[in-house]
């Protein structure tokens, strides 16, 4: 009796571990295909938010310059308030879009982040006494940030700083001194040619 169990036992189908352990490794293998999937999606989606992110920018700092531009300075009162009425609309629609796309850092990525931005505002608190000589140390953190060859000195103490900090991070730095260079530069454009407009009416 024993014995006809015995050889019932040896006559059943094959179940063994590594059968098993085969089926696992499909299905661990399934769910990481899922998984890798799924990260091209959040990395796209991380992307698109960030572009969302700088057309934001973007469109704040030229409706600034609309306001701040020559053309709006040389026509009547009356439409010069209708202007800044429709401009002031579209900052506010244009503000309340949040859209926040947020980096993870280590405790020396945060530091440095924190040096970097400090640094910076460091020189914006100069611009309006210094705009010459804070635009050209903006240049040289610009600089700092680039990977071709730059016209100007590099600050090497800021790169080494934005090396450590976090790649997005990295960008948003550079996008941040590409701004500024660009305010600078407009600001710069309107003095002149309100000292130009100055110069004419004193002579006439």
């Known amino acids: 009796m024993a014995q006809a169990k015995i050889q019932a036992k040896m006559n059943d189908p094959p179940c063994s571990k590594f059968s098993r352990t085969l089926s696992m490794a499909d299905r661990s293998v399934r769910l990481l295909e899922s998984l890798d999937q799924l990260e091209m999606r959040v990395e796209a989606l991380r992307e698109a938010a960030s572009a969302m992110e700088q057309e934001k920018e973007c469109i704040l700092e030229m409706i600034q310059s609309i306001q701040n531009s020559q053309e709006m300075r040389n026509i009547c009162a009356g439409e010069k308030e209708e202007l800044n009425l429709t401009a002031n609309r579209l900052m506010g629609r244009t503000l309340s879009v949040e ?4 980096t993870i850092r280590n405790s020396q990525q945060e530091d440095a982040l924190r040096k970097a931005t400090s640094i910076i505002d460091e020189i914006v608190k ?6 010459d000589g804070s635009r050209q140390q903006l240049l040289s953190l610009h600089a700092a940030c680039v990977t071709e060859a730059a016209a100007v000195p590099i600050n090497q103490k800021f790169q080494a ?3 450590s900090c976090a790649l997005e991070d990295q960008k948003k730095i550079k996008r941040r ?3 500024l260079l660009r305010n600078v530069e407009n600001a710069e454009k309107n ?4 000292d130009h407009q100055k110069l004419a009416n004193g002579s006439q």
């Open 99 to 102: 859209i926040s796309v947020g």
């Open 126 to 131: 100069k611009l309006l006494d210094d705009m």
């Open 161 to 163: 700083i934005v090396i």
């Open 177 to 179: 001194l590409e701004t």
């Open 191 to 194: 003095i002149k040619i309100m």
